[in-house]
Antibody
């Protein structure tokens, strides 16, 4: 049974950074790509970045380039998202999602992590 | 501003069929058969409903179907039920190697 379990909610000050983790169990971690998708309050889904653990290769949405870093630890089967220079506009629920190799859809999602940045 | 365009809301009575459209460009929907659809209840994570334009994952009701014509993809829900009331998002691979989502459609069962 595949599960993606994310770290808990965070409250961060403007200008600081946050690091969210996504522990993956079930399946073969290195056989998949993991993406990060965020959802601001009352808004839609926004793709941010992805990482291919077996290649240690990442790709970022233009909007977040330079401010986001995604990494993966194969030994602990955990993916990470780090977002820096936080502003109130980064207040959102952040989801990790597993992408099937050879295609572009997300078959399993984490439960989401709320990051709050007070204005 | 979302990469793909969806209607903000669609409604229907129980038992009816509804269709949600998702319009993109030749650089995303029109160029690849990598359109997927997700259902999301308030406060919950999205759930995959359709992959690769029209494939239904195991466990998803056959009342859900997907299609594509040109730069527009569609999700049809037939035999609408109260439990179908949720937000629905389309998603497509893009020529820049990234992924784009639609703005979401709120489905209301009257």
């Amino acid at each position: 049974q595949v599960q993606l379990v994310q770290s808990g909610a965070e409250v961060k000050q403007p200008g600081s950074s946050v690091k969210v983790s996504c522990k993956v169990s079930g399946g073969t971690f290195s056989s998949y790509t993991f993406s990060w998708v965020r959802q601001a309050p009352g808004q839609g889904l926004e793709w941010m970045a992805r990482i291919i653990p077996i290649l240690d290769m990442s790709k970022y949405a233009q909007k977040f380039r330079g401010r986001v870093t995604v990494t993966a630890d194969k030994s602990t089967t955990t993916a990470y998202l780090e977002l820096s220079s936080l502003t109130s506009e980064d207040t959102a629920v952040y989801y990790c999602a597993r992408k099937v190799s050879g295609s572009y859809y997300f078959d399993y999602w984490g439960q989401g992590t709320l990051v709050t940045v007070p204005s | 501003q979302s990469a793909l365009t969806q209607p903000a809301s669609v409604s229907g009575s129980p038992g009816q069929s509804i269709t949600i459209s998702c319009t993109g460009t030749s650089s995303d929907i029109g160029g690849y058969d990598y359109v997927s659809w997700y259902q999301q209840y308030p406060g919950k994570a999205p759930k995959l409903m359709i992959s690769e334009v029209s494939n239904r994952p195991s466990g998803v009701s056959n009342r859900f179907s997907g299609s594509k014509s040109g730069n527009t993809a569609s999700l049809t829900i037939s035999g609408l039920q109260a439990e179908d009331e949720a937000d629905y998002y389309c998603c497509s691979y893009t020529s820049s190697g990234t992924v784009g989502f639609g703005g979401g459609t709120k489905v209301t069962v009257l």
